[in-house]
């Protein structure tokens, strides 16, 4: 039987890690999941750090260390995720060009928009708007919106962490993200 | 319906301020609602819906630890809990409703193949999607 897989299984180090990350103050969670309602309800628009702060009524240090703790990634590339999300959605269910879901779902330029869409799904959203009209048939039956955030991109790792993995370690920072 | 499912419950991290929600602001009225010392149990029912209980229940002793509490109540204020779902006549007219008793939406009505939905929370950070079914659908 194979066993549990639980932080007793990981490196001493990461296991440590995880408990200090632990964020458990539910009245500063709930703040910080405001701000992600905001950012899933407008992922087109920029959020900066400042923006999202105020939202959740903590200061913008406080806002980046927290945010990251309660949900695992940062809050730059959570957003990240959404607007990818929302791309796909795009590209299966309408008839928009490339260069009009880039703008639409927040990017400021195409090229930028391509190169992490690869990254974070492994296709160009042409190859990307084929397969999901493919697939689309067998999910019927899930509501459309709770559908949505199940596809929603895993972020887990970088994009420039999966760029220079790729790459062999050739590929300079092209976005600033905030941890 | 004789059989069926009757009771599903939530977690809330004020049960006071959770009735308030979901009766005063949902729409829901009161089924059950005792205590036996710290603990409360406590359900709301939709009026149109009466062989179905929504309960409202707070983590903590006889029935958990202090941790797995503290546990709970971070996921449910986090919005790690898995989502629910009110079906609506009228997506549009729900939601100007709601939002004028101060209903907290994260979407709003939203139109999807004939379907509308939008997106509320209640005041712990449990997440609901208000959907009106496309007519004619089953």
């Known amino acids: 039987m194979p066993r549990r897989r639980d932080h007793h299984d990981l490196p001493p180090s990461i296991g440590a890690q995880a408990n200090a990350g632990a964020l458990e103050d539910p009245a500063l969670l709930r703040r910080l999941l405001r701000a992600k309602d905001r950012m899933d309800a407008a992922s087109h628009e920029a959020w900066p750090v400042r923006r999202l702060a105020e939202v959740s009524g ?30 796909i959605t795009l590209l299966r269910d309408t008839d928009l060009g490339i260069t009009d879901i880039a703008f639409a ?22 190859e990307m708007r084929v397969e999901a009209r493919a697939s689309q048939s ?9 559908l949505k955030a199940a596809q929603r991109p895993d972020l887990t790792i970088a994009v420039l962490e999966k760029r220079r993995r ?4 050739t590929v300079e920072p092209s976005t600033r993200e905030v941890s | 319906m004789n059989q069926g499912i009757n009771v599903v419950g939530l977690y809330v991290d004020n049960q006071d301020e959770a009735l308030a929600f979901y009766v005063d602001k949902l729409g829901f009225r009161v089924h059950t609602d005792v205590r036996n010392g710290s603990y409360r149990w406590l359900t ?16 903590g002793p ?12 971070a996921m449910v204020a986090k919005g790690a809990m ?26 709003e009505p939203t139109d999807r193949f004939g379907s509308v939905d939008a997106g509320f929370r209640d005041p712990a950070g449990n997440g609901w999607k208000m959907i009106q079914a496309p007519a004619g659908a089953k």
């Open chain 2, 44 to 59: 709301v029912q939709y009026p149109e819906q009466p062989s179905f209980q929504l309960g409202l229940f707070m983590p």
């Open chain 1, 58 to 87: 903590v200061s913008e240090a406080h806002f980046a260390r927290s945010f990251k703790r309660a949900f695992g990634v940062p809050p730059h590339r959570y957003l990240l995720t959404r607007r990818i999300e929302q791309a």
């Open chain 1, 105 to 126: 779902t927040g990017w400021e330029s195409l090229g930028t928009f391509g190169r992490i869409f690869r990254d974070i799904t492994g296709h160009s959203p042409g």
């Open chain 2, 82 to 107: 898995p989502p629910l779902v009110l079906s609506v006549a009228d997506c549009r007219a729900s939601y100007e409703q709601m939002k004028a008793r101060g209903v907290e939406f994260t979407q």
């Open chain 1, 166 to 169: 790729d790459a062999d370690d």
């Open chain 1, 138 to 146: 067998q999910l019927e039956c899930v509501p459309a919106c709770v």
């Open chain 2, 62 to 73: 006889p029935i958990h630890d202090e941790a797995t509490a503290q546990t709970l109540r």
